[in-house]
């Protein structure tokens, strides 16, 4: 949907508000709105049936003034570089808001996986890492899942990287399977973050978990995890969706039947007992919880109004609107927004590129310990200022936060020019 809207100018509007607004050297959005990096390669990949075939592979290092660049990539068929860079920015926010020593990136290769084979998406993956090895590396780039890859490609990449290096390289990509140096809780991470952001804000708001309605868009690993979470927390789970389309039950569905149906069938669509329901019908159903958990530009100006949730947990990247937004805060719907409510995943994979770097690898318990952590802290920074700042929405502190933390690393190492003025500035707004 609105595949129009230009998501990254969008994104680059929230960090111009957020520099304007804390009176920061001009110079912070002049380097946060050009990436440092972009590389768009050619991937010819040999198809089963004998012919060849061309991909266009991208690859957006956005800003790495906290460290090295971190970023999942997408295989999808609207892939393409605006969305890239869009998704990179968003990974530097998102860093930054969790306080990770990472900078912002994003991969991406415009394909319909559904539509190829296990061996053809092989060389794919393969293909990508060829293309893109030169900006890669534990220390430079480290890529990770998100729409349409997975851990088994994440384990392919990983693996023709070390075969170009000449030896393992566990470091360089995350979100792999346990036993090629993946870590434990990774696989759950984005959506056990969002739950627990969800978790905070209705404490904060006074909602009980114990018996809340929650619909799900989106069946992943984001939205069906995110699912079975909230189901495990006492919500009932009222409906979800998929790209076919969704299904609806006002007594609850079962989200664990739901992805085995899903694995089953290919769609939730159909699932027993359920009735059908459309992508606008589900945004606006009558419940407290809501979790777009699919791709950009689902909640609009032109379904904003219908929607009834109390709380949205941005499980995807950049599921709302501008304009949504503006209509979400006049109705006091509570948006926690993607850079911190989806940060779980990138947090955990931070914790897997430790433990490949340190060759000591944590407990299941361990890892979902430090994330709960992490999410609680930086849920707790961003909630803090939107109480002190009434004037804003999460979304806005977030980019506050956020901004902040870069612009600081900025300025102490010297990408700012001259100093002490814009010292001086920001500890006026700070104080
Ligand atoms: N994986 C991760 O660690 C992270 C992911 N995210 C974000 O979360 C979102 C989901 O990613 P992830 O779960 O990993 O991806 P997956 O590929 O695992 O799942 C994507 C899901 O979205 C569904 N979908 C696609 N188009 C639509 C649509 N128009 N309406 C409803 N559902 C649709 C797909 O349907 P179908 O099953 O039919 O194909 C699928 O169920 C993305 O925005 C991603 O960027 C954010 C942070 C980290
Ligand atoms: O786990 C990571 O490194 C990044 C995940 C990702 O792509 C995202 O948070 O959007």
Same mark, same amino acid.
């Given at each position: 949907m609105s595949k129009q809207l230009n998501s990254f100018e969008l994104a680059c509007n929230h960090v111009l508000s957020a520099v304007k607004r804390l009176n920061l050297n001009p110079a912070v959005y002049e380097i946060l709105r050009n990436p440092e990096r972009v590389l768009t390669a050619a991937i010819p990949v040999k198809m089963d049936d004998g012919s060849l075939k061309v991909f266009t592979g991208y690859r957006v290092q956005h800003c790495s003034v906290l460290g090295p660049f971190k970023g999942g990539i997408r295989f999808h068929p609207d892939v393409d570089m605006d969305e890239v860079k869009a998704l990179a920015l968003w990974m530097t926010m998102k860093c930054a808001v969790l306080g990770l020593p990472y900078g912002g990136a994003k991969g991406g290769v415009t394909c319909d996986p559904r539509e190829m084979s296990l061996d053809e998406l092989e060389r794919l993956s393969r293909g990508y890492i060829k293309a893109m090895y030169p900006l890669l590396g534990r220390e430079k780039d480290i890529p990770a899942p998100d729409v349409y890859t997975n851990?088994? !490609?994440?384990?392919?990449?990983?693996?023709?990287?070390?075969?170009?290096?000449?030896?393992?390289?566990?470091?360089?990509?995350?979100?792999?399977?346990?036993?090629?140096?993946?870590?434990?809780?990774?696989?759950?991470?984005?959506?056990?973050? $969002?739950?627990?952001?969800?978790?905070?804000?209705?404490?904060?708001?006074?909602?009980?978990?114990?018996?809340?309605?929650?619909?799900?868009?989106?069946?992943?690993?984001?939205?069906?995890?995110?699912?079975?979470?909230?189901?495990?927390?006492? $919500?009932? *789970?009222?409906?979800?969706?998929?790209?076919?389309?969704?299904?609806?039950?006002?007594?609850?569905?079962?989200?664990?039947?739901?992805?085995?149906?899903?694995?089953?069938?290919?769609?939730?669509?159909?699932?027993?007992?359920s009735r059908p329901i459309n992508n606008e019908e589900l945004l606006a159903l009558n419940c407290d919880i809501l979790i777009p958990a699919a791709l950009e530009n689902q909640i609009?100006?032109?379904?904003?109004?219908?929607?009834?949730?109390? *709380?949205?947990?941005?499980?995807?990247?950049?599921?709302?609107?501008?304009?949504?937004?503006?209509?979400?805060?006049?109705?006091?719907?509570? !948006? *926690?927004?993607?850079?911190?409510?989806?940060?779980?995943? !990138?947090?955990?994979?931070?914790?897997?590129?430790?433990?490949?770097?340190?060759?000591?690898?944590?407990?299941?318990?361990?890892?979902?310990?430090?994330?709960?952590?992490?999410?609680?802290?930086?849920?707790?920074? !961003?909630?803090?200022?939107?109480?002190?700042?009434?004037?804003?929405?999460?979304?806005? $502190?977030?980019?506050?936060?956020?901004?902040?933390?870069?612009?600081?690393?900025?300025?102490?190492?010297?990408?700012l020019g001259k100093g002490a003025e814009y010292q001086d500035k920001r500890e006026a707004v700070l104080a």
């Open positions: 851990a088994r !490609v994440m384990t392919w990449m990983m693996d023709e990287f070390s075969g170009i290096k000449g030896y393992n390289e566990f470091g360089v990509i995350t979100g792999k399977p346990p036993v090629v140096g993946g870590s434990l809780g990774r696989e759950e991470a984005t959506a056990r973050g $969002c739950v627990i952001a969800v978790r905070e804000a209705a404490a904060a708001l006074g909602i009980s978990l114990n018996g809340a309605t929650a619909a799900v868009q989106g069946y992943g690993n984001v939205g069906s995890i995110a699912a079975r979470l909230l189901h495990e927390m006492g $919500c009932r *789970i009222i409906a979800v969706s998929d790209s076919s389309g969704g299904i609806y039950n006002p007594r609850g569905l079962d989200p664990v039947a739901v992805l085995q149906f899903k694995k089953n069938t290919g769609t939730v669509k159909g699932y027993p007992g609009t100006e032109q379904n904003a109004r219908n929607i009834k949730a109390r *709380i949205i947990g941005e499980g995807a990247n950049g599921p709302t609107t501008p304009g949504a937004d503006r209509i979400l805060n006049e109705k006091k719907v509570f !948006v *926690i927004p993607d850079i911190l409510a989806n940060a779980g995943g !990138v947090t955990v994979s931070y914790f897997e590129w430790v433990q490949n770097n340190t060759g000591y690898y944590w407990s299941e318990e361990e890892v979902n310990r430090r994330l709960e952590e992490k999410m609680v802290a930086a849920f707790k920074e !961003v909630y803090q200022m939107y109480k002190a700042r009434k004037d804003l929405n999460m979304r806005d $502190c977030a980019y506050l936060v956020a901004v902040r933390r870069l612009s600081e690393a900025m300025w102490l190492r010297g990408w």
